[in-house]
């Protein structure tokens, strides 16, 4: 009987023990080795704000309205401009991204709620960027035998729960890094 309890004890702590390996957090590192590097820049600086205007709640009537598109620059310098037309592309990672692939408010004081931030693939707003993981959006090319580009990408307010926000502070976080692939 001592080999049977002492069996059951031995086969109960594996069960426990794999249960608790399994429910441990995890941590991915992600990267790129290229044979092309470049320097990269948000408006001229390496972290950079993106200033959206002041608009009223009175410009938005419905889910998924938008308003105050606000361009921003991304640019690169410094590359080799050895390959012919390099297609770059830089990768967004949204903190806190909503459901439909918007910067969800991280506003800590006096917060607008029902309202977010979407990125867009050009300046002009007509393309979305929809946001999930790490999300690689085109636009920078390098032309032969250049050393430097740049590419505008837009930001706005879009309504992305209910049908009104209420007023208050927006602040959206999102990192950004370029890719050669």
């Given at each position: 009987?001592?080999?049977?309890?002492?069996?059951?004890?031995?086969?109960?702590?594996?069960?426990?023990?794999?249960?608790?390996?399994?429910?441990?957090?995890?941590?991915?590192?992600?990267?790129?080795?290229?044979?092309?590097?470049?320097?990269?820049?948000?408006?001229?600086?390496?972290?950079?704000?993106?200033?959206?205007?002041t608009?009223?709640?009175g410009?938005?009537?419905?889910?998924?309205?938008?308003?105050?598109?606000?361009?921003?620059?991304?640019?690169?310098?410094?590359?080799?401009?050895?390959?012919?037309?390099?297609?770059?592309?830089?990768?967004?990672?949204?903190?806190?991204?909503?459901?439909?692939?918007?910067?969800?408010?991280?506003?800590?004081v006096?917060?607008?709620?029902?309202v977010?931030?979407?990125?867009?693939?050009?300046?002009?707003?007509?393309?979305?960027?929809?946001?999930n993981?790490?999300?690689?959006?085109?636009?920078?090319?390098?032309?032969?035998?250049?050393?430097?580009?740049?590419?505008?990408?837009?930001?706005?307010?879009?309504?992305?729960e209910?049908?009104?926000?209420?007023?208050?502070?927006?602040?959206?976080?999102?990192?950004?890094?370029?890719?050669?692939?």
């Amino acid at each position: 009987m001592n080999i049977y309890k002492s069996s059951l004890v031995l086969l109960t702590g594996s069960i426990l023990l794999s249960t608790i390996t399994l429910a441990a957090p995890v941590v991915t590192f992600q990267g790129e080795v290229a044979a092309q590097t470049c320097q990269a820049t948000i408006n001229g600086q390496t972290n950079g704000i993106v200033l959206l205007p002041t608009v009223s709640v009175g410009e938005f009537t419905a889910k998924n309205n938008t308003a105050g598109l606000t361009p921003f620059t991304i640019s690169i310098s410094g590359c080799s401009g050895k390959d012919p037309e390099l297609k770059i592309g830089t990768k967004f990672l949204g903190r806190n991204v909503t459901s439909t692939g918007n910067l969800g408010n991280l506003a800590s004081v006096s917060p607008a709620k029902n309202v977010a931030i979407q990125l867009t693939q050009t300046a002009a707003g007509t393309v979305p960027v929809v946001l999930n993981g790490i999300t690689k959006v085109d636009g920078l090319i390098l032309p032969l035998n250049q050393a430097s580009t740049s590419h505008q990408f837009g930001a706005r307010y879009i309504v992305d729960e209910g049908t009104i926000p209420t007023p208050g502070a927006i602040t959206a976080v999102a990192e950004y890094t370029i890719s050669y692939q």
